[in-house]
């Protein structure tokens, strides 16, 4: 907003504050302030559906001005997807801060299969068959991360051994791997 346009001096600047991106992304960032002057306001980041989620997931509170701003604009332009955010929203509350009362989730599948969208009754549907498994998720204090762990690392040492020997030699692999 300085009217700096290089590219590297200002990839360097911003990654001492903790950007993680490279100096192409900046420079496709500047190409627009290059012939022309610079705006009075930092215009919208470019939407995509994962930015999209994460605004709507995320704490309203920990919006930026400008996220919370896309959002806006976003629902403005499409009032089924205000709807969407609003429910999406109240399960995220739900699962963020594991409250485990049984009418809170009851409740919030209900108003999605009664007046959502047609789109979002498949998942409610599947919510409202999974009932238990997701009040026992947001109950218990178990997680079943290692073993998903472990799923993973035998499914990397298997595709690296395609092909290339016998079940013996993957068995041992797999055990004597950490």
Same mark, same amino acid.
């Given at each position: ?34 012939? *022309? ?13 994962? &930015? ?36 999406? &929203? ?9 409250? *485990? ?78």
């Amino acid at each position: 907003m300085e009217g700096c346009t290089n590219a590297s001096a200002l990839t360097r600047e911003i990654q001492r504050l903790g950007y993680r991106g490279d100096v192409n992304t900046v420079r496709r960032h500047l190409k627009p302030y290059r012939n *022309s002057a610079i705006p009075a306001t930092a215009p919208l980041p470019h939407l995509t559906v994962r &930015r999209g989620t994460d605004w709507t997931v995320r704490r309203p509170e920990h919006l930026t001005d400008v996220e919370r701003k896309g959002l806006d604009e976003l629902c403005e332009r499409n009032p089924a997807l205000a709807t969407t955010v609003e429910y999406a &929203r109240r399960l995220a509350l739900i699962v963020r801060d594991r409250r *485990s009362e049984h009418l809170a989730l009851d409740v919030r599948i209900a108003d999605v299969r009664l007046d959502g969208q047609r789109e979002l009754r498949a998942p409610a549907n599947g919510m409202r068959r999974d009932r238990a498994a997701i009040q026992a998720a947001l109950t218990t204090p178990c997680t079943a991360g290692a073993v998903e762990g472990n799923v993973t690392r035998i499914k990397l040492l298997k595709r690296q051994m395609y092909g290339r020997a016998n079940f013996d030699l993957l068995r041992r692999r797999i055990l004597l791997s950490p």
